[in-house]
C-alpha cells in the first residue's frame, strides 16, 4: 500500500498533518507535555483560553471525577494573549507545533482585542472563538445560546485578523442549526463542537453542591454519544468544516466522528487520563486506515451508511 495520506484541509492555508487535535483547557500551552511527545506530531495543539487580561478562575473545588468523565468549574483560568505570546508562543514554534489559540471575552470588544493582539503573530495557524461563556452586557446569557450575540463576536473577530476562525458552539444551543448558519455569515471558517455539557453533583450528608460554582461542564465518555449526535447534524446542515469533539478516548471513537462528518477531532478529558493519548489516536487511525486500505483520510470524512427508509 502507498503511504498513508493523513493530511486534513481545514481552510486551503490552514491544512493539518493529521485530524487529531489536543482540545482547550486540556493540554495547557503544549509545553506542558513535551516531556512525554513530540509535540509537533500532533494535528494541532489548541492551547488554553486566552482572554484580554489574565484570569485566576474559580475558587476550589473546580474539577471532579464522575462515573464517565469530568465535571470541571476551572473558570477559564490563564495567563492572559500577551503574555502567551511573549512567553509561551516562541518556544512552541521553536518545537515546531501547529499552534490554535482559543479565546474568549465577557464582552465583543474584548474578543476583537484579543483577535487583533493575535494576528499577524507568527507560529499561530488558527483562532478558535470559544463562544461557550457568559455575555456580560446580557445578563450571563451565553453567547453561544443566542445566533444574534454569536454572529456578533465573530463578526467583530472576522474584522479584527484575516487568520482561520474556528468557532466552537456549544452543545446547549436551543437552535443548532440557526447558529451554524449564523457564525457562517459571520464569517467563520470551520466550526468545532462540543464543548462541556452543563452538569452537576450534590454531596448528600451535606447537601451541598460539590463544585464551588454549584454546575460545571461535562466532559469525557460520558458525553461521547451526544457529541457524536450534535456533530453528525452539524456535519449535514454546515457549509463549512466540522471538527468533532467529546469523549474521544481511542481510536475507534475519533473515527466515528470522521464517518459522521467531522473532518478532524479534539480530544480532551483523555489527556488529563493519559498525557500520550493525542499520539495513540493517531496511531489507531493509522492502523485502521491500513487495514481497510484507505489511503487517504479525507475519504472517511462524512461515510456515513445510512440505513434505507
Ligand atoms: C479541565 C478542562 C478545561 C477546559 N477549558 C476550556 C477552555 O479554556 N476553553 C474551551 O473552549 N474549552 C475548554 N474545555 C472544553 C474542552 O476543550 C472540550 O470541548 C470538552 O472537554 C469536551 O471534550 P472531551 O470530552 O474530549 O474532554 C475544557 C475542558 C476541561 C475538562
Not at 11 to 22: A, D, G, R, S
Not at 157 to 171: D, F, H, M, N, W
Not at 220 to 229: D, E, S, T, V, W
Not at 263 to 291: C, D, F, H, W
Request: aromatic residues 4%; charged residues 20%.
Amino acid at each position: 500500500m502507498e503511504e498513508l495520506n493523513t493530511k486534513v484541509h481545514i481552510t486551503p492555508e490552514f491544512v493539518l498533518k493529521n485530524p487529531v487535535m489536543v482540545a482547550s483547557g486540556t493540554f495547557g500551552y503544549g509545553l506542558e507535555f513535551t516531556e512525554f511527545m513530540n509535540i509537533s506530531q500532533i494535528g494541532a495543539i489548541v492551547v488554553k483560553g486566552l482572554s484580554l487580561k489574565p484570569r485566576a478562575g474559580n475558587p476550589p473545588p473546580r474539577i471532579i471525577e464522575t462515573p464517565a468523565g469530568l465535571i470541571n468549574a476551572i473558570g477559564l483560568q490563564n495567563i492572559g494573549v500577551e503574555h502567551f505570546v511573549k512567553d509561551k508562543l516562541p518556544e512552541l514554534r521553536r518545537l515546531g507545533a501547529t499552534v490554535v489559540a482559543n479565546i474568549f471575552g465577557e464582552r465583543v470588544d474584548e474578543y476583537r482585542e484579543v483577535a487583533r493582539i493575535l494576528d499577524g503573530v507568527e507560529g499561530i495557524s488558527a483562532i478558535e472563538v470559544n463562544i461557550s461563556c457568559p455575555n456580560v452586557k446580557k445578563g450571563g446569557l451565553k453567547f453561544g445560546q443566542d445566533p444574534a450575540s454569536a454572529r456578533e463576536v465573530v463578526a467583530a473577530v472576522r474584522e479584527a485578523t484575516g487568520l482561520p476562525l474556528i468557532t466552537k458552539l456549544s452543545p446547549d444551543a436551543p437552535d443548532l442549526k440557526a447558529m451554524i448558519e449564523a457564525v457562517e455569515e459571520a464569517g467563520t471558517d470551520a466550526i468545532s463542537l462540543v464543548n462541556t455539557i452543563p452538569a452537576m453533583a450534590i454531596d448528600v450528608e451535606k447537601r451541598r453542591p460539590v463544585l464551588s460554582t454549584v454546575t460545571g461542564g461535562l466532559s469525557g465518555p460520558a458525553i461521547k454519544p451526544i457529541a457524536l449526535r450534535l456533530v453528525w447534524q452539524a456535519a449535514s446542515v454546515a457549509k463549512v468544516p466540522v471538527i468533532g469533539i467529546g469523549g474521544i478516548m481511542n481510536g475507534r471513537d475519533a473515527l466515528e466522528f470522521i464517518i459522521a462528518g467531522a473532518r478532524a477531532v479534539q480530544v480532551g478529558t483523555l489527556n488529563l487520563v493519559e498525557p500520550r493519548g493525542a499520539m495513540k489516536v493517531i496511531k489507531e487511525i493509522e492502523a485502521y486506515m491500513r487495514q481497510h486500505r484507505i489511503e487517504n483520510i479525507e475519504a472517511l470524512t462524512g461515510s456515513l451508511v445510512l440505513p434505507e427508509r
